[in-house]
Nanobody
Framework: QVQLVESGGGSVQSGGSLKLSCAFS????????MTWFRQGPGKEREGVAS???????NYTDSVNGRFTISQDNAKNTLYLQMSSLKPEDTAMYYC?????????????????WGKGTLVTISS
Protein backbone atom coordinates (compact mmCIF):
# COMPACT_ATOMS: atom_id res chain seq x y z
CA GLN A 1 0.00 0.00 0.00
CA VAL A 2 1.39 3.36 -1.05
CA GLN A 3 1.53 6.12 1.54
CA LEU A 4 2.94 9.63 1.47
CA VAL A 5 2.99 11.63 4.70
CA GLU A 6 4.12 15.25 4.75
CA SER A 7 5.48 17.04 7.80
CA GLY A 8 7.47 20.12 8.73
CA GLY A 9 4.93 22.82 8.02
CA GLY A 10 4.42 25.72 10.37
CA SER A 11 4.31 29.49 10.74
CA VAL A 12 7.38 31.63 10.10
CA GLN A 13 8.06 35.26 9.33
CA SER A 14 8.89 36.57 5.90
CA GLY A 15 12.52 35.88 5.07
CA GLY A 16 12.63 32.75 7.18
CA SER A 17 13.18 29.12 6.27
CA LEU A 18 11.39 25.81 6.62
CA LYS A 19 12.19 22.26 5.59
CA LEU A 20 9.33 20.01 4.61
CA SER A 21 9.56 16.23 4.62
CA CYS A 22 7.52 13.60 2.82
CA ALA A 23 7.94 10.06 4.12
CA PHE A 24 6.83 7.54 1.54
CA SER A 25 6.27 3.80 1.50
CA UNK A 26 5.00 1.20 -0.92
CA UNK A 27 7.30 2.22 -3.76
CA UNK A 28 10.93 3.13 -4.40
CA UNK A 29 12.42 6.29 -5.81
CA UNK A 30 14.17 4.42 -8.63
CA UNK A 31 10.81 3.83 -10.33
CA UNK A 32 8.80 6.86 -9.20
CA UNK A 33 9.54 10.51 -9.77
CA MET A 34 8.11 12.97 -7.25
CA THR A 35 6.79 16.52 -7.14
CA TRP A 36 5.93 19.05 -4.45
CA PHE A 37 2.71 20.96 -5.10
CA ARG A 38 1.05 23.75 -3.16
CA GLN A 39 -2.35 25.39 -2.97
CA GLY A 40 -2.69 28.81 -1.40
CA PRO A 41 -5.90 30.34 -0.07
CA GLY A 42 -8.16 31.14 -3.00
CA LYS A 43 -5.60 29.89 -5.49
CA GLU A 44 -5.33 26.91 -7.79
CA ARG A 45 -2.94 24.10 -7.00
CA GLU A 46 0.48 24.65 -8.57
CA GLY A 47 3.56 22.52 -9.00
CA VAL A 48 6.57 23.79 -7.09
CA ALA A 49 9.48 21.41 -7.64
CA SER A 50 10.05 17.94 -9.03
CA UNK A 51 12.77 15.33 -8.90
CA UNK A 52 13.35 12.60 -11.47
CA UNK A 53 14.48 9.06 -10.76
CA UNK A 54 18.03 10.03 -11.76
CA UNK A 55 17.99 12.94 -9.29
CA UNK A 56 17.48 15.71 -11.84
CA UNK A 57 15.38 18.57 -10.49
CA ASN A 58 12.99 21.18 -11.90
CA TYR A 59 11.44 24.23 -10.28
CA THR A 60 8.67 26.63 -11.05
CA ASP A 61 10.02 30.13 -11.70
CA SER A 62 8.58 31.69 -8.54
CA VAL A 63 10.65 29.46 -6.23
CA ASN A 64 13.79 28.89 -8.33
CA GLY A 65 16.82 29.86 -6.28
CA ARG A 66 14.87 29.84 -3.01
CA PHE A 67 13.63 26.25 -2.74
CA THR A 68 15.58 23.00 -3.04
CA ILE A 69 14.04 19.57 -3.59
CA SER A 70 16.01 16.52 -2.52
CA GLN A 71 15.50 12.97 -1.38
CA ASP A 72 17.13 10.44 0.90
CA ASN A 73 16.65 7.06 -0.75
CA ALA A 74 17.84 5.18 2.35
CA LYS A 75 15.13 6.86 4.42
CA ASN A 76 12.45 6.88 1.69
CA THR A 77 11.96 10.56 2.34
CA LEU A 78 11.52 13.53 0.02
CA TYR A 79 12.44 17.02 1.21
CA LEU A 80 11.72 20.59 0.27
CA GLN A 81 14.11 23.14 1.77
CA MET A 82 12.48 26.56 1.58
CA SER A 83 14.41 29.78 2.17
CA SER A 84 13.74 33.51 1.79
CA LEU A 85 10.08 32.76 2.34
CA LYS A 86 7.46 35.28 1.29
CA PRO A 87 3.83 35.73 2.34
CA GLU A 88 2.79 34.50 -1.12
CA ASP A 89 4.40 31.13 -0.28
CA THR A 90 1.60 30.58 2.24
CA ALA A 91 -0.16 27.38 1.17
CA MET A 92 -0.90 23.77 1.87
CA TYR A 93 2.05 21.80 0.51
CA TYR A 94 1.59 18.32 -0.93
CA CYS A 95 4.01 15.70 -2.15
CA UNK A 96 3.01 13.38 -4.96
CA UNK A 97 4.52 10.45 -6.85
CA UNK A 98 4.28 9.25 -10.43
CA UNK A 99 5.43 5.90 -11.81
CA UNK A 100 7.69 7.44 -14.41
CA UNK A 101 11.34 8.43 -14.77
CA UNK A 102 10.51 12.11 -15.31
CA UNK A 103 8.28 14.58 -13.52
CA UNK A 104 7.58 18.27 -14.04
CA UNK A 105 6.02 20.94 -11.83
CA UNK A 106 3.65 21.51 -14.78
CA UNK A 107 2.38 17.91 -14.81
CA UNK A 108 -0.45 17.28 -12.35
CA UNK A 109 -1.71 13.77 -13.17
CA UNK A 110 0.23 12.07 -10.39
CA UNK A 111 -0.46 8.52 -9.22
CA UNK A 112 -0.34 9.13 -5.47
CA TRP A 113 -0.76 12.16 -3.21
CA GLY A 114 -0.15 12.96 0.42
CA LYS A 115 -2.63 14.89 2.55
CA GLY A 116 -0.51 18.00 2.90
CA THR A 117 1.23 20.15 5.48
CA LEU A 118 0.34 23.80 6.06
CA VAL A 119 2.90 26.59 5.66
CA THR A 120 2.01 30.10 6.79
CA ILE A 121 4.32 33.06 6.17
CA SER A 122 3.65 36.31 7.97
CA SER A 123 4.92 39.69 6.79
Amino acid sequence: QVQLVESGGGSVQSGGSLKLSCAFSGFTSDTYCMTWFRQGPGKEREGVASIDTDGSTNYTDSVNGRFTISQDNAKNTLYLQMSSLKPEDTAMYYCAALRNDYCSPRYYAMDYWGKGTLVTISS
